[in-house]
């Protein structure tokens, strides 16, 4: 691994790099989530209501993200980091595809799914290396294990450090997010204002906001394009041959 050096590249990634890896999104009309309610399995009130039901689903999603493998979008980004470019990737996702890939510097705002952690401390979490969560699987405080996820309604936990390391960028990359989801898409609002940022995503055109560069391409794509200009030139830019 080369010592990393130079600007700091800080990736932003979101849902639509895990889907090219086969990964459904809770916005897919099809997959898992098509199947059940949020309100049903990816809530504190469903957990109150119905674990068994809850660690089922997880379960489920859990063997979905082992057999998934990482895309172009994911290795290009840890081909860079080994040449010795400073990157960091925050990311919504909570498979570790990008670890898998080698990416050695990833935020998860929403959590891990091959890890449990406690119900009464979140501190406490546990590795998932194969099987799930079932009922009476305890903590080493006796409380019930649960995934560990946030999931809807509860807060963010690592978002300020989140925002600490969006305003160290020297160059934002935004991937497969539709910037919809709070507070996760105010980070771009905490990145230095003399810092470039583009968005990769095949509807780039419409997601970006004011003063955010598209791409209008999948992250299999797009990203891995970015990186070979980066790789060759050794620096961060916006190549306007590729930009919309």
Request: aromatic share 6%; net charge negative.
């Amino acid at each position: 691994m080369a010592e990393q050096h130079g600007p700091h590249l800080v990736v932003f990634t979101g849902a639509g790099i895990s889907a090219e890896s086969g990964i459904q999104t809770f916005r897919a009309s099809d997959g898992l989530w098509a199947d059940h309610a949020i309100e049903d399995v990816a809530t504190p009130d469903a957990w109150r209501r119905d674990p068994e039901r809850v660690l089922r689903f997880y379960d489920m999603r859990r063997e979905q993200v082992r057999r998934a493998r990482p895309n172009a979008a994911h290795k290009a980004l840890a081909a860079l980091e080994k040449q010795g470019f400073r990157v960091s990737i925050i990311t919504q996702n909570i498979d570790d595809l990008h670890e898998r890939a080698g990416s050695r510097q990833v935020l998860h705002l929403h959590g891990e799914i091959l890890k449990a952690r406690s119900s009464v401390d979140p501190r406490m979490h546990y590795p998932l290396p194969r099987g799930g969560i079932r009922l009476g699987d305890t903590c080493d405080k006796g409380s019930q294990l649960r995934p560990d996820v946030v999931w809807f309604g509860e807060s963010v936990p690592h978002f300020l450090d989140a925002c600490e390391l969006a305003a160290q960028a020297d160059l934002l990359l935004v991937v497969g997010t539709s910037l919809a989801v709070m507070p996760a898409a105010s980070l771009l609002d905490h990145a230095p204002l003399e810092a470039p940022c583009v968005l990769v995503d095949p509807e780039a055109d419409a997601l970006a906001p004011p003063g955010v560069a598209r791409l209008g391409q999948p992250a299999g794509k797009g990203v891995p394009a970015l990186v070979r200009h980066w790789k060759r030139e050794g620096r961060l830019w916006l190549p306007e041959s590729l930009l919309g």
